[in-house]
């Protein structure tokens, strides 16, 4: 988790690494790592920010458009699906179009901010 985490937030930021936190808080743990010779290159986490939302997603941006973002997200809707969840919800989407492609997500009208509403800023 340590690795993980301090590469999230030199990569992201430190609002991603509350929300990795929370998804490795439960078992089984709600998040997939991708690595590449002993480095961390990706993640994707669910059921951190709430219940049946995937997210938040990342991968290394020297290692992108290289299929691990495909890859990531497809295990973790697969880890859900065998969780039981017959649906996910991508939580604050950033490229929508890297979902509508790979997974074939569709927009929720109204769905902006959503849970994500009045957020504290990043901690200076
Ligand atoms: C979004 C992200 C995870 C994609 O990871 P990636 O490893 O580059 O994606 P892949 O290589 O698996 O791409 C899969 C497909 O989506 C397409 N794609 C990738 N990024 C895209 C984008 N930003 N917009 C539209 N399409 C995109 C690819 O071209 C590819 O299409 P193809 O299968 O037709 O060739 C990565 O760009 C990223 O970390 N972005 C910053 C963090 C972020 O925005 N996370 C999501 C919000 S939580």
């Not at 010779?37 to 219940?51: L, N, S, Y």
């Not at 973790?76 to 604050?92: D, F, H, K, S, W």
């Amino acid at each position: 988790m340590h690795a993980v985490e301090e590469w999230i937030a030199r990569t992201f930021s430190t609002r991603w690494v509350s929300e990795f936190q929370v998804a490795m808080a439960h078992q089984p743990c709600g998040c997939v790592i991708a690595t590449h010779e002993k480095k961390v290159i990706g993640f994707a986490c669910f059921d951190a920010t709430a219940r049946g939302f995937i997210g938040p997603m990342g991968v290394d941006p020297e290692q992108r458009l290289g299929g691990v973002g495909k890859a990531l997200l497809i295990t973790a809707l697969e880890q859900m699906r065998a969780m039981g969840y017959g649906y996910a919800i991508i939580g604050g989407t950033g490229p929508q179009d890297f979902y509508a492609r790979t997974v074939g997500a569709t927009v929720i009208d109204g769905s902006d901010p959503g849970i994500y509403a009045d957020i504290l800023p990043e901690p200076r």
